[in-house]
């Protein structure tokens, strides 16, 4: 299974960005994928995670009301809409998917997601 992101960049406060997870030798079925960031100097942490078969959808508080996790099934792709964006939500932000298991109340916990991609950096100007 490869997780490859796609879709960051450099925008202004305010702006928008969406991230793509596009997932290989594997198709989405009933699986958590999760959307984690890591700051310099800070650890990474989770930010929105969907259960790819029922599409229950998680967020942190960070993100609530401004960030939008959903899936496509038939593309095997799950993005990350972030508006509203702050100077704090700079990171590289990585992708990661827990194969045949519901996201549930542990869905920020990284020790449960086998499959990491490589990241995408996210840079927001003031």
């Known amino acids: 299974v490869q997780l490859v992101e796609s879709g960051g960049g450099s925008v202004q406060a305010g702006g928008s960005l969406r991230l793509s997870c596009a997932a290989s030798?594997?198709?989405?079925?009933?699986?958590?994928v999760g959307w984690f960031r890591q700051a310099p100097g800070k650890e990474r942490e989770g930010g929105a995670a969907?259960?790819?078969?029922?599409?229950?959808?998680y967020y942190a508080d960070s993100g609530k009301g401004r960030f939008t996790i959903s899936r496509d099934n038939a593309k095997n792709t799950v993005y990350l809409q972030m508006n509203s964006l702050k100077p704090e939500d700079t990171a590289m932000y990585y992708c990661a998917a827990n194969l045949d298991d519901w996201c549930g109340g542990s869905w920020y916990w990284k020790p449960r997601f086998d499959y990491w991609g490589q990241g995408t950096q996210v840079v927001v100007s003031s």
């Open positions: 969907i259960s790819t078969g029922g599409g229950t959808t």
């Open positions: 030798g594997y198709t989405y079925r009933n699986d958590c």
